[in-house]
């Protein structure tokens, strides 16, 4: 059988990503082929190296205002690689339509948050304000929109009375884990049926 192929795009620690490269063993029908980062200081680029995987970096910084030429720079090491999924894992920045368009069905994100709530940043202080019971994560397939596309796979964790941003945060994040292993799979299995955790 021949394996699909899967980056990895992170931006920090990259706890998502190592759940995603451990979870590729065995009879999964996916393994990773590049982990990239636009930080060279990434948490994450280590731990995948350990793994063996190969790993890459393109700093935005030098790039700033110029969303395009990033990219341009960018796209080089995940076309090298060849891979038939590319996974956003934290990855922080916010890609064009263009370079999206070139991944179109084939790239899938994961947010903090009970889509179509909370796009965004802050999502784990904004579920507390709004007083929600309930809140959670997403994986869903990546669109020109931020944030947005169909989604693949969502986790719902308890919003508790004692809960700061920060304890809610390691409650998702921890269903995180599951969740996008198990979304990915199915996704690489061709099975569109959506995950429900929690
Ligand atoms: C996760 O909460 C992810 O959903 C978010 O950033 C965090 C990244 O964590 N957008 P990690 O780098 O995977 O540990």
């Not at 809960?163 to 690489?188: G, I, K, N, S």
Request: aromatic content about 4%.
């Amino acid at each position: 059988m021949s394996h699909k192929r899967v980056a990895i795009l992170i931006s920090g620690g990259g706890s998502n990503m190592v759940a995603l490269l451990d979870s590729m063993v065995g009879d999964h029908p996916a393994r990773p082929c590049l982990v990239l980062s636009n930080d060279e200081h990434a948490g994450g680029l280590k731990k995948a190296a350990e793994r063996g995987v190969a790993t890459a970096w393109v700093d935005h910084r030098p790039f700033k205002g110029n969303r395009t030429a990033f990219e341009a720079e960018l796209i080089k090491p995940i076309l090298e690689a060849k891979p038939d999924i590319v996974c956003l894992a934290g990855f922080m920045r916010v890609l064009t339509g263009d370079f999206v368009s070139h991944f179109q069905g084939r790239m899938l994100n994961i947010h903090p948050s009970l889509l179509p709530k909370y796009k965004g940043l802050n999502t784990h202080a904004r579920a507390l304000e709004a007083g929600d019971a309930e809140h959670g994560c997403s994986v869903h397939e990546v669109t020109a929109a931020l944030d947005d596309g169909p989604i693949l796979g969502q986790a719902r964790v308890p919003v508790l009375e004692e809960d700061t941003p920060e304890t809610l945060a390691a409650r998702v994040l921890t269903q995180e884990h599951l969740l996008y292993p198990a979304v990915l799979r199915r996704f690489a299995e061709k099975n569109s049926t959506p995950v429900h955790l929690g």
